[in-house]
């Protein structure tokens, strides 16, 4: 059963509203309810999902899932199994964004003159971003280098595999399938961007310096980010 968008945005914005109160003042058991409480509803955002897209992104959020509960201590096992469960995340939306883009390819949906330009300047705007985020997390990421980059690889690769997906400039890509008909909104870009800029923002208060009121950008932006990947599951369609 597929709950009305209207109904179900609404309530998730007051969970992650009250997530981001909850973090902010150390509610820990507040927080503890409403952080896996708002994750859970992203599903409910996606409803039944009617593309493979969709349930791609719904293992993106049983794993984001798992990884709210793990980061609920701040314990360096429960981070590491956090930054475990989240890279699957996100490689589930990276598989799902590829996709959409390589049916477009193989279909002819979109020239490929035309959208590998733009995919590229994004790989290399992320690229440098990436790099520049890394060497600031650089001196104080000792002992957990390797996994910060690896999954600073990852959301990058999550960012440019969604602008690839949403249509590459175009604002919208409709890819032709077998007995299939995919659209998928370039929200999804934007979720995957603003999920980008949670994890550095989390990364920068951890790793480099603490930031005032960090969970407005931690989890405001994180749950923003998995909104609109949500909703760019939601109105994928399939059939």
């Given at each position: ?28 058991t507040l927080l503890t309810v409403f952080k ?125 595999s969604a602008i690839a997906a949403t249509g ?72």
């Amino acid at each position: 059963m597929t709950v009305s968008v209207e109904l179900m945005v609404p309530l998730f914005l007051i969970s992650a509203a009250v997530g981001v109160f909850a973090s902010e003042t150390k509610r820990q058991t507040l927080l503890t309810v409403f952080k896996p409480l708002t994750t859970v509803l992203l599903l409910a955002v996606v409803g039944s999902p009617r593309s493979q897209f969709a349930e791609l992104v719904d293992v993106g959020i049983v794993f984001s899932l798992a990884g709210d509960v793990a980061l609920l201590s701040s314990s360096k096992q429960a981070f590491l199994a956090g930054l475990a469960l989240f890279l699957v995340a996100h490689a589930a939306y990276i598989v799902g964004f590829i996709l959409v883009f390589s049916a477009a390819i193989s279909t002819g949906a979109t020239a490929g003159g035309a959208s590998l330009p733009p995919v590229a300047a994004a790989a290399v705007a992320m690229a440098i971003v990436t790099v520049l985020l890394l060497r600031k997390l650089w001196a104080g990421s000792t002992g957990l280098r390797a996994p910060v980059v690896g999954y600073a690889i990852a959301l990058a690769l999550m960012v440019v595999s969604a602008i690839a997906a949403t249509g590459v400039g175009s604002g919208e890509m409709r890819v032709s399938t077998t007995n299939a008909l995919v659209v998928v909104s370039p929200i999804g870009a934007l979720g995957a961007g603003l999920f980008y800029a949670s994890d550095a923002s989390l990364a920068v208060d951890r790793f480099a310096k603490p930031i005032k009121h960090a969970p407005l950008l931690t989890l405001g932006l994180y749950w923003l980010g998995q909104l609109g990947i949500a909703l760019a599951a939601r109105f994928t369609a399939a059939g």
